[in-house]
């Protein structure tokens, strides 16, 4: 799961980048509201962490224009102010939590995954399409078929759960590479197909019959049966 963090309090960034990395979050970090807007923008995140005191542009200001925008990507507000007129204000514009700083980092993580729960409308933390079973919390990948199950690389797992999360839909190699391994990546789109190949026989290892098919000239597309 990619997550954005605009803060420019660099010591509390940081903190919290090594925080969430150490969860298995893929974290980007915005040091202002202007960089930060482009970031949300680009539509790339499952959650933001959006701190509302920001140079440039304030926390408020890009919810709302992130909303505007159609952008629906669960929003978490950090920040100092605790009134609850505050409160009021980042909510109503396109918030979906708030957290008062200093916060309790175990607050966070809950919240974090409420949110994500949330974003991938799995309550128990698993994504299924077909026959396959994405566990969210352990990366493990299983086939309803057989019972038979594997433990996902880190990119692996990504790729699966962007494919699921967007069922029905061809994804680009663009797409991919920036979802997967971040906006400002240099990653080449060779890179993409090399772990899109080691993906799909972890599918063959489980016996699944999805599979991801290859759309020539566009991208790929998670697919229920081998058609």
């Known amino acids: 799961m990619r997550l954005l963090l605009v803060e420019d309090e660099k010591r509390m960034a940081q903190a919290l980048c090594e925080i969430l990395r150490l969860e298995k979050y893929e974290v980007d970090h915005a040091t202002d509201g202007i960089s930060g807007l482009d970031a949300v923008e680009s539509d790339i995140y499952d959650i933001i962490i959006l701190d509302v005191m920001l140079p440039g542009m304030d926390g408020f200001e890009i919810?709302?224009?992130?909303?505007?925008?159609?952008?629906?990507?669960?929003?978490l507000m950090l920040t100092?102010?605790?009134?609850?007129d505050d409160k009021i204000i980042g909510l109503d514009s396109g918030?979906?939590?708030?957290?008062t700083k200093p916060?309790?980092?175990?607050?966070?993580?809950?919240?974090l995954r409420a949110l994500g729960r949330r974003n991938i409308n799995t309550p128990d933390?698993?994504?299924?399409?077909?026959?396959?079973?994405?566990?969210?919390?352990?990366?493990?990948?299983?086939c309803?078929?057989?019972?038979?199950?594997?433990?996902?690389?880190?990119?692996?797992?990504?790729?699966?759960e962007y494919l699921i999360a967007n069922q029905g839909q061809i994804l680009t190699r663009e797409q991919l590479a920036v979802k997967i391994w971040g906006?400002?990546?240099?990653?080449?789109?060779?890179?993409?197909?090399?772990?899109?190949?080691?993906?799909?026989?972890k599918l063959a290892f489980v016996g699944a019959e999805t599979e991801i098919k290859a759309v020539r000239g566009i991208g790929y597309e998670l697919r229920c049966g081998r058609v």
């Open 125 to 142: 933390g698993t994504l299924t399409f077909g026959d396959i079973t994405l566990d969210t919390g352990t990366s493990m990948l299983s």
């Open 63 to 75: 919810v709302k224009r992130a909303r505007q925008k159609g952008i629906r990507t669960p929003i």
């Open 183 to 201: 906006i400002e990546s240099d990653v080449e789109y060779n890179n993409v197909e090399v772990y899109m190949s080691f993906t799909r026989k």
């Open 103 to 111: 916060f309790i980092t175990k607050e966070l993580l809950a919240r």
């Open 144 to 160: 309803s078929a057989n019972g038979q199950s594997v433990r996902l690389s880190e990119k692996e797992y990504h790729i699966l």
């Open 80 to 84: 100092a102010k605790s009134e609850l």
């Open 95 to 99: 918030a979906d939590d708030y957290l």
